[in-house]
């Protein structure tokens, strides 16, 4: 089955440059947000978490940005190898008295390494 | 590490038939588990949120007489697909949240997906 909502776009980068993978997200009142990889016919794996009341966080060759202001953020990989080739989805998690601490995805990007 | 377990992996049916999928937190409890849906090509789509012991709760244009979710303890949650038909083709993915938080992720574990395909 198909579906009316947006594709995945695609980011493409040599084998040992950085990456750069962005996502904006929808809600001003999301304390949480997660990057997930997910390989082809499986579950997403968490990589990298960050709070709302933080801008930046490293972990092992990534590094997640936060920007509230624009509600941005975006998740970078140092030498990026071809085990990353995979899809990439940012999720943020809304709090509130009516919230269960749902996770909402975002669009995602399929990341693509050459060698 | 926290586990859940997603079964089956793949699944075809006929059209007009029901398919049930398990989602199963293997080492922890979860009060609360997550059904989301993802078509080809594209990003995850929430669709219930199931509490143990309590009725799901949908996400706006979800049909909740057609995706049945049953969360009858703490470590069992299962999504029915009724009178499947071809456009519910999909790959089903759970996620089950730890009742008590562990590091990382706030305890959000996800399932390996369902390839679900009606013929």
């Known amino acids: 089955g198909e579906s009316v909502g947006l594709h995945l776009p695609t980011l493409s980068v040599q084998e040992g440059d950085n990456s750069i993978i962005n996502c904006a997200y929808s809600n001003s009142a999301s304390d949480y947000f997660i990057w997930y990889k997910q390989e082809s016919g499986k579950g997403p794996q968490f990589i990298i978490d960050i709070r709302s009341n933080m801008d930046k966080r490293q972990g092992q060759r990534v590094t997640v940005l936060l920007n509230k202001t624009v509600k941005h953020l975006s998740l970078q990989i140092a030498a990026t190898q071809p085990g990353d080739s995979a899809v990439y989805l940012c999720a943020e998690r809304a709090y509130g008295s009516s919230n269960t601490g749902k996770l909402i995805f975002g669009q995602g990007t399929t990341l693509q390494v050459k060698p | 590490g926290a586990v859940v377990s997603q079964h089956p992996s793949r699944v075809i049916c006929k059209s007009g038939t029901s398919v049930k999928i398990e989602c199963r937190s293997l080492d922890f409890q979860a009060t609360t588990m997550f059904w989301y849906r993802q078509f080809p090509k594209q990003s995850l789509m929430l669709m219930a949120t199931?509490?143990?012991?309590?009725?799901?709760?949908?996400e706006q244009g979800v049909e909740k007489d057609k995706f049945l979710i049953n969360h009858a303890s703490l470590t069992l949650s299962t999504l029915t697909v009724t009178s499947a038909h071809p456009e519910d083709s999909s790959f089903y993915i759970c996620?089950?949240?730890?009742?008590?938080?562990?590091?990382?992720?706030?305890?959000?574990?996800f399932g390996s997906g369902t390839r679900l395909t009606v013929v």
């Open positions: 996620s089950a949240r730890e009742s008590i938080r562990t590091v990382p992720s706030y305890g959000y574990t």
């Open positions: 199931s509490n143990e012991g309590s009725k799901a709760t949908y």
